[in-house]
């Protein structure tokens, strides 16, 4: 069974009761085809058992319901490491899809999926931002907390944001995803202000690590499409995973993504090796006791996240920038994510300081 679009997954819908006559609350349940349960505000799904014992099975609930907080903040990063200075716009909690490494296992405390349907809220917020910062240029994504496609087939919430960044000259959107529910994007008048993006890996990670997901093949083709479409594109290899086979592994994935997607509408690619909160072993150990990554040998990041030796992290990293760099358009910025001045050397031979900032490598791939 394929999984390229996990809303599939989901199986039991809830709205609370603020919520219930929303307008765009009302076109998810249509949309979904499922019965309803409409709870109170200050309730959730009740489901048996104990976070994160019963995270897989509240991966089958997704529940409408408020943000009551901000939507839109910078990404939660250190300052010990090189930060791109990401903007993030928070949709929802939770993801249908199952990578057996994903933070957000240790990160949240609820096993259902969130999606916020107060939109307005949001798109005040956006305007807001943009009407008090005129000067600053917003790189936003919804990749950090949801998937930012895997449930669009019930939420159309992609035409919503892309239709409403088309006129924004200060900000690009980014819409990173490991499904390939692209419909929605066909036909929109996109103003060349939204990449999509998605993350990659080498094809025993991605079968055997990240369930739920869309296959490689299946990633590149959406890619593909989307490029025809007129969409910039951007792709993420984090978490970079040691593995038997690694290097062919990595190799094999980069040959592949440019033998399908032209290079020239790739904006940017990161790099970042598997790091991860201490007490994700643990969780993700117990729900995934087949997977046998976490129990390399680490050390703790200036972060507090557990890292691969730097000699590990520059021996992989060496590998694969060397292999995008026999295919990557000059215009691509190809950088790491989180990762120290030292290694941006002993990799690339210069830092992102020495070439004005991340920020601005960023920005001028993009502007």
């Known amino acids: 069974m394929s999984y390229g679009n996990p809303s599939q997954y989901i199986k039991y819908l809830y709205v609370t009761e603020e919520c219930r006559d929303s307008e765009y609350a009302s076109q998810i349940i249509r949309n979904s085809k499922l019965p309803v349960t409409v709870i109170g505000n200050r309730e959730h799904p009740t489901l048996a058992g104990r976070y994160p014992q019963n995270l ?152 055997q690590e990240e369930i739920r997901t869309a296959s490689l093949e299946e990633r590149l083709a959406a890619a593909a499409k989307c490029a025809d479409w007129g969409y910039q594109l951007a792709f993420h290899f984090d978490p970079i995973i040691w593995h038997d086979g690694w290097q062919e592994g990595y190799r094999s994935t980069i040959r592949r993504l440019f033998e399908v997607v032209p290079a020239e509408r790739i904006a940017w690619i990161s790099l970042g090796a598997l790091r991860y909160l201490p007490s994700l072993k643990a969780i993700a150990g117990g729900r995934f006791p087949g997977s046998t990554f976490f129990y390399e040998e680490f050390i ?16 992989m990293y060496k590998l694969i920038a060397d292999e995008l760099a026999r295919f990557v358009a000059p215009k691509t910025c190809v950088y790491f994510c989180m990762e120290s001045e030292a290694i941006w050397k002993e990799v690339f031979g210069y830092t992102a300081e020495d070439r004005g900032g991340l920020r601005a490598m960023l920005d001028q791939s993009v502007r």
Request: net charge negative; aromatic share 12%; hydrophobic share 35%.
């Open 56 to 207: 897989t099975e509240g991966k089958h609930h997704l529940l409408l319901c408020r943000n009551r907080g901000q939507f839109f903040k910078p990404c939660p990063a250190t300052r010990e490491y090189t930060c791109c200075e990401y903007q993030v716009l928070n949709i929802g909690m939770g993801c249908p899809m199952d990578c057996v490494y994903c933070i957000l296992q240790a990160y949240l405390n609820n096993p259902w999926i969130s999606f916020f349907v107060n939109v307005e809220d949001m798109f005040a917020e956006l305007d807001q931002a943009f009407a008090t910062y005129p000067e600053t240029f917003f790189r936003i994504g919804t990749g950090e907390f949801a998937d930012s496609l895997a449930l669009d087939s019930l939420t159309c919430f992609s035409p919503l944001l892309v239709n409403y960044m088309r006129d924004k000259t200060t900000a690009v959107l980014e819409l990173k995803s490991k499904s390939v529910v692209i419909e929605n994007l066909q036909g929109l008048d996109h103003g060349g202000r939204t990449l999509v993006a998605w993350s990659l890996n080498s094809p025993p990670i991605m079968e």
């Open 300 to 315: 703790d990041g200036l972060d507090g996240k557990s890292r691969y030796f730097r000699s590990q992290r520059v021996e």
